[in-house]
């Protein structure tokens, strides 16, 4: 959210008279879009992804326990991705690219995660992660972008540490227009402000 509501600004301050339309989805089904011509261009997380695509990789973000701060794992550095096979989580179902993800960590330490509520929607997520039903695994940058969910804290897991890559995606051999060029690199820098490719990090405040 954070990068895509920088790029957009930074688009139609350049470009105002060009139509853009934003579409949310999980990984594959905007894969699927762009294979079919339906997107222009799509940010895509995972390994998951078409051949058939022209793609750029962005960087990666690491994922974070994210709970309220009167919890034990608060207060603490870090925690072990195995502690979380005894927390109540709260993920997405297995079509979304972060739960394979997680889960994939889990299955190379023989770990098994309990999953206590399977939600799709990020906001409803954090919701009940601020109700105290549970926990949920995000990246820190997550909560810097929802200002409402400031009262959270992202603690970081190690041991190893949940990452996911960051992609841009492209359709195959789509005809170029004057402003896709562009559109390019105001995504590379909304994501990378400084210039630096790599990891995307979250402010302090988003950690503390």
């Known amino acids: 959210m954070r990068v895509t509501g920088a790029l957009v600004e930074a688009y139609r301050q350049r ?3 060009v139509h853009l339309r934003l579409f949310e989805a999980l990984s594959g ?3 699927e879009r762009l294979l079919n011509g339906g997107l222009d261009l799509a940010i895509l997380y995972g390994s998951a992804i078409s051949n ?3 793609v750029e990789p962005l960087g990666w973000e690491d994922l974070h326990l994210i709970c309220t701060r009167d919890r034990p794992e608060a207060v603490r550095g870090a925690v072990a991705l195995a502690e979380l096979t005894r927390l109540a989580l709260i993920l997405p179902d297995r079509r979304h690219g972060l739960r394979a993800l997680l889960e994939h960590y889990a299955f190379r330490e023989s770990l098994t995660l309990s999953v ?3 939600v799709d929607s990020l906001r409803v997520q ?3 992660v601020r109700r105290g039903l549970g926990y949920t695994v995000l ?3 997550t909560l810097d ?3 409402q969910y400031r009262d959270l804290i992202a603690v970081p897991i190690v041991s190893p540490t949940p990452r996911r890559r960051l992609t841009r995606g492209c359709p195959p051999a789509a005809p170029s227009r004057p402003a ?3 559109l390019g690199r105001l995504l590379r820098a909304a994501v990378h402000p400084h210039g630096e490719c790599g990891s995307l990090r979250p402010p302090r405040s988003a950690l503390t």
Do not use: G, R
């Open 180 to 182: 896709d060029p562009a």
């Open 116 to 118: 206590d509520i399977e």
């Open 15 to 17: 470009y105002p008279l």
């Open 139 to 141: 990246p820190a940058l």
């Open 52 to 54: 058939s695509l022209a």
């Open 29 to 31: 089904d905007l894969s």
């Open 126 to 128: 954090l919701d009940l």
């Open 145 to 147: 972008a929802v200002e």
